[in-house]
């Protein structure tokens, strides 16, 4: 698959390396906080595995499943909710966990949405920002990796369902996409 893919953007090495990084400014910001980590499934789920992991402060894990109308590689900010948290989350500390952040538009009504339960807190983490792309700009204390106007697959992040499996994160090549 790597040869079909041509470009590494980001081994998985570099990738294990910033979710510790990532998962240590976690465990020092939420000493006794208790927060909710809720992963966007499903281009989240293996960020989200390993960044759990690896923070030290006890937090729980929810899932949430949206689905953005528009092409498999375009969002066009449209978004229904195919699967809802299971938990409550009024009064508690909610850090969203992201794979990608593009144009933006997933993550605005995410934040609006979860900040209408009335949390004490939400704040964003995502594995990589696109900003070249971006349409919305949220606040997010947590990222991973900018990467290139390019599409992007691998470690959860998919083209039509392919390439979530991979260990690394690659650039499609142009002519793959529809
Ligand atoms: P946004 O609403 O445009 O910010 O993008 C929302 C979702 O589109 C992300 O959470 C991803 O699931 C998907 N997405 C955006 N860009 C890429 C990419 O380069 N590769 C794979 N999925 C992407």
């Known amino acids: ?6 470009e590494v953007l980001l081994t998985e090495e570099q990738i294990r390396t910033r979710v510790s990084e990532i998962a240590a400014r976690i465990t020092a910001d939420y000493e006794g906080k208790d927060p909710v980590l809720v992963c966007v499934l499903k281009g989240a789920v293996f960020f989200m595995a390993d960044l759990v992991r690896e923070i030290r402060v006890p937090c729980e894990m929810d899932f949430m499943a949206v689905s953005s109308y528009g092409s498999s590689s375009d969002s066009s900010g449209v978004v229904r909710i195919l699967k809802d948290l299971d938990a409550q989350v009024e009064g508690r500390h909610v850090i969203i966990v992201e794979d990608i952040i593009d144009t933006g538009l997933t993550l605005s009504y995410l934040m ?4 209408a339960r009335n949390p004490a807190d939400v704040q964003v ?9 971006r349409k919305v700009d949220n606040p997010c204390r947590y990222v991973g990796f900018e990467v290139p106007n390019k599409f992007v697959v691998g470690y959860g992040l998919d083209y039509e369902e392919r390439y ?15």
């Not at 698959?1 to 041509?6: A, F, H, I, T």
């Not at 991979?166 to 650039?171: E, N, T």
């Open 1 to 6: 698959m790597k040869n079909e893919l041509e």
């Open 112 to 115: 609006k949405n979860l900040k």
């Open 125 to 133: 983490c995502a594995l990589l920002t696109k900003p070249a792309r």
């Open 164 to 178: 979530r499996n991979l260990r690394f994160i690659a650039a499609l090549p142009e002519e793959m996409l529809e």
